[in-house]
């Protein structure tokens, strides 16, 4: 999209482009564009074997296809734009059979640097590869690894972990760093080294990334107790730390986005086993599960199995 005069001149003012900050241009599109066809390689190499997916022209499903439009005509101006971003999510459909809204602010971001084929490659590839079952609507193995960063979070920084779940819990933040990929959080030239670190680094860098945020942000969390405000700061809120805002110890504006995608990458988790905390969270929320199904049997309610799409806040 970036690569089209018409894209600067219908889509510039378009809310996913708030945290572009000069970044992007209409002068370095192309180099841009190049930049970002190496993620299609990283997930292929991250995979190892050719990720294949066809677009399709039509999902088969009334319902979803009436959510991506929505989802589509919240994120782009132009029909054409908005038509790329639903075949995307329609092709996407078949094979997941569900949709969470950090898929599409994914998808939406992609756009704008590859073609649609490219950036159903990208996603199937995460989907299969990567962080499979994420892009649910109601995605137990994201809710399994926010529990899992919660536990790294008493291992890192025990005090703030404490003083955070007095005030909320990590499914109501982090999808949208583990499931939104940073869309609407990061700032443009973050987002692109976060999506080249993730993927040569797999789903163990997410939870490097969580605790590198929080080292960053920890003195702003320290000065609140209120629960809206440590929401906002956790999602990096653009009115709390807006695009211009500095790392500490340096003058260039942004500094503050790339350095907490730098700590990440340095970010050493240790003898933290990953995957036995996974096991100890999924134990956590079988236990959780029997309980809701007692209390709704002695309740005399029937669960419901329908399909509930996502319905987050529009950014």
């Known amino acids: 999209?970036?690569?089209?005069?018409?894209?600067?001149?219908?889509?510039?003012?378009?809310?996913?482009?708030?945290?572009?900050?000069?970044?992007?241009?209409?002068?370095?599109?192309?180099?841009?564009?190049?930049?970002?066809?190496?993620?299609?390689?990283?997930?292929?190499?991250?995979?190892?074997?050719?990720?294949?997916?066809?677009?399709?022209?039509?999902?088969?499903?009334?319902?979803?296809?009436?959510?991506?439009?929505?989802?589509?005509?919240?994120?782009?101006?132009?029909?054409?734009?908005?038509?790329?971003?639903?075949?995307?999510?329609?092709?996407?459909?078949?094979?997941?059979?569900?949709?969470?809204q950090g898929l599409g602010f994914l998808v939406a971001f992609l756009l704008l640097y590859l073609p649609p084929e490219d950036v159903a490659k990208v996603a199937i590839g995460l989907h299969r590869h990567y962080?499979?079952?994420?892009?649910?609507?109601?995605?137990?193995?994201?809710?399994?690894?926010?529990?899992?960063?919660?536990?790294?979070?008493?291992?890192?920084?025990?005090?703030?972990?404490?003083?955070?779940?007095?005030?909320?819990?990590?499914?109501a933040y982090v999808s949208k760093w583990f499931i939104g990929m940073n869309v609407h959080v990061l700032t443009f030239e973050a987002m692109m080294m976060f999506l080249e670190a993730f993927l040569e680094k797999k789903d163990t860098f997410l939870f490097q990334f969580g605790l590198a945020l929080l080292k960053n942000v920890q003195p702003d969390l320290v000065a609140t107790k209120d629960v809206s405000k440590t929401l906002a700061v956790l999602r990096l809120d653009q009115s709390l730390y807006p695009n211009t805002k500095q790392a500490e110890g340096s003058d260039e504006p942004g500094s503050f986005f790339t350095r907490i995608v730098e700590d990440a990458i340095d970010?050493?988790?240790?003898?933290?086993?990953?995957?036995?905390?996974?096991?100890?969270?999924?134990?956590?929320?079988?236990?959780?599960?029997?309980?809701?199904?007692?209390?709704?049997?002695?309740l005399g309610l029937d669960s419901d199995d329908e399909i509930v799409f996502s319905d987050e806040e529009d950014e």
Not at 7 to 15: G, L, M, Y
Not at 21 to 48: C, H, P, T, W, Y
Request: net charge negative.
């Open 1 to 100: 999209m970036i690569g089209s005069e018409d894209f600067w001149r219908t889509e510039a003012d378009a809310p996913l482009l708030n945290r572009n900050a000069d970044f992007v241009k209409q002068e370095n599109a192309q180099e841009m564009i190049a930049r970002a066809r190496k993620l299609v390689d990283l997930v292929e190499s991250g995979a190892g074997t050719d990720v294949s997916i066809e677009l399709v022209p039509d999902c088969g499903d009334e319902g979803a296809r009436r959510i991506f439009v929505l989802d589509a005509e919240r994120t782009f101006k132009d029909p054409k734009h908005r038509e790329q971003m639903v075949s995307v999510l329609q092709s996407l459909w078949p094979e997941l059979q569900d949709y969470h």
């Open 131 to 171: 962080v499979p079952g994420y892009f649910k609507s109601a995605p137990a193995a994201y809710v399994r690894d926010a529990r899992v960063y919660q536990k790294l979070m008493h291992k890192f920084f025990p005090e703030i972990a404490t003083s955070i779940e007095d005030l909320t819990c990590p499914e």
């Open 267 to 298: 970010f050493d988790l240790g003898d933290a086993d990953i995957e036995k905390l996974r096991e100890q969270a999924l134990e956590e929320m079988r236990l959780e599960e029997e309980k809701r199904k007692e209390r709704e049997k002695q």
